[in-house]
């Protein structure tokens, strides 16, 4: 099924593009991260222009993170607070990345630099998600995962000023930690055209020492205003954002993320776990690969 | 067969006009002079066709050459180098006008039919594209660039060169085919046809191609460019909608 794209200026088949909304969408359902960082780096490697492919891949995470918001508020599952923290500085954040990235564009290193983020951000928390779910799966009996009174926050959290308490995350800390976190999600959202959920979770988790039952779903809450705010940035600044793309992607992940909610209430999460660790240190290696031993390519073009 | 006719009322209309000129005279047409970049399409296949007339009916071995070549572009390439072992944007180069699109067929290898500075002075061939870098540089690293920007483009189907992609039919009439990927830009398309004898150009013809967008791509395009703030909010519309009416529907299952 050939679809002609008219912001991205090709033709594409538009099964393809619908195959990969789906598989991210299925990722956003299993895992309640976006997904965005499959779906912009699988778009370029398809003859997307980077640009292009970043922006309407924001658009399509909106869609993707919609019906698991509404999922998780039904199950008590979000933190309006604390999303709302998070989105305060997501908006901040995503101002902040479009000016790095037009800083970085006319030193011509963009493309470098998001290059970079993938490698370090995805080897990081790859890494870190795999020992976790081998460890786990190889003492199955350690309840080493249920022990929610052992949940505290960063010591660095603790010393911010200024505390609120949080009810549903079961927190009293200063709002000072989500907000920056919010804010260097908001960055990576703009920069890479990913929705930050592969960070954010295991900040919330880790850092913020949230309660697990509602990270999942306040990271979707906050993913889901900040790609709207993303999208609205690059309709404005870079003009990128092909409606038709978008579309497509779209049309696969909301039914992705309908069948991978399903997948998660009966599979394993430590196994749900191992594969995301997977997927995400594969797509990190292809990136180091490109970028330590081999470029795609060594000349490209811009236009002036 | 399309062309044939055409041809044919050529033929029939031409010689009146030329009856005093001495050089031959080309008469050149495409098969289709206007090209829509819309749902469907997936690229082109351009034949290019014509005739040599001669006005003195001398039979003179023609060779014919055809060059297609897309709007110009200002444009800056950027070459990536190792440092600390990553591969990073070095050196740059601009250009104040690329062609966006260039293809080249000839009936035979281009050197076997002129020298070196004619290919030149008529762009005849990938390797006499005339790029105009602004700024100084140095002829070497002028010469790596182009070719970096011309591999480039020739991986993307932008820019192509078919020795022996001219047919010559009874040294009158000569066919070109040349495929137009989807990866074109809006703009006017120049064909140059081009007939030499003895390495030099008797007889040259222009002829045009204009590709566009229509409808609902064109739409897309203005909307996106002139109304960026309600283009993105139909874009975040869209996918909140489709997002909910997904659950919904799914919910219902």
Known sequence: MDVYLPIANLAVDGLVIVALGVATGILSGVFGVGGGFLTTPLLIFYGIPPTVAAASAATQVTGASVSGVFAHSRKQ???????????????????????????????????????????VMLGTIGGLMARESLESLRHPAGKTSQRPAKRRHHPMIASLPYRWRFYRSGLYISPLGPLILGVVVGILTMLMGVGGGFFMVPAMLYILGMSAKVVVGTSLFNILFITMLVT?????????????????LLVGSVTGAQLGTKIASFAKPEHLRLVLATIVLAIALRMAFNLGVRPDEVYTVVPL | MRWIVALLLALATAPAALAQDRDPILVPEISQHDIVLRQGFTGANLLLYGAVLDPQDRAIEYDIVVVLKGPTEPIQVREKERVFGIWINAETTSYRSVPSFYAMASSRPVLDIVDE???????LGLSYLQLSPSGSINPAEQQRFSEGLVDLRQRQGLYAQYDEGVHISQGVLYRADIPIPSNVISGRYVAETFAITDGRVIS?????????????ELGVEEAANDYAFFYGLFAVGLSVFMGWAAGRLFAMI
């Open chain 2, 204 to 216: 040259s013809a222009t002829s045009e191609v204009q590709v566009f967008k229509k409808g609902f």
């Open chain 1, 77 to 119: 599952g979000v933190d309006y607070q604390m999303g709302g923290v998070t989105v305060a500085g997501g908006m901040v954040g995503a101002l902040l990345g479009a000016v790095i990235f037009n800083l970085l564009r006319s030193a011509g290193q963009i493309d470098v630099v998001i290059n970079v983020l993938y490698v």
């Open chain 2, 117 to 123: 500075r004619t290919a030149a002075i008529y762009e």
């Open chain 1, 232 to 248: 609205m940035v690059h309709a404005f600044t870079t003009r990128a954002v092909d409606i038709v793309l978008a579309g497509l």
